[in-house]
């Protein structure tokens, strides 16, 4: 079993830049992709990012692409979804999870997941 945890949303200007950390637990994490998600009220989570288990393959949204990166450190158990030119429309509750395969885009498809921490960008 894994336990993740997300860390680093707040409120932030639209043009701001927020990094999201997510931290596991366990000493598998090398072996899981890691995806990040999002979800805001009323609308189904969504895929964001996704990487692979050495951090070598890298695959995104369209809405996100240029804006956001995603990298990881497995000698830290972390994930890390570091997000530039963010806009209003990027308002959610961000969630990272653990997958068999970093092209997987379906939330159905991810095991583990953290508790989210709300992404909040002001107009």
């Known amino acids: 079993q894994v336990q993740l945890v997300e860390s680093g949303g707040g409120l932030v200007q639209a043009g701001g830049s927020l990094r999201l950390s997510c931290a596991a637990s366990g000493r598998t994490f090398s072996s899981y992709a890691m995806g990040w998600f999002r979800q805001a009220p009323g609308n189904e989570r969504e895929f964001v990012a996704s990487i692979s288990r050495s951090g070598a393959a890298k695959y995104y949204a369209d809405s996100v692409k240029g804006r956001f990166t995603v990298s990881r450190d497995n000698a830290k158990n972390t994930v890390y979804l570091q997000m530039n030119n963010l806009k209003p429309e990027d308002t959610a509750v961000y969630y990272c999870?653990?997958?068999?395969?970093?092209?997987?885009?379906?939330?159905?498809?991810?095991?583990?997941w953290g508790q989210g921490t709300q992404v909040t960008v002001s107009s």
């Open positions: 999870a653990t997958g068999s395969t970093y092209w997987a885009r379906g939330a159905s498809e991810y095991d583990y």
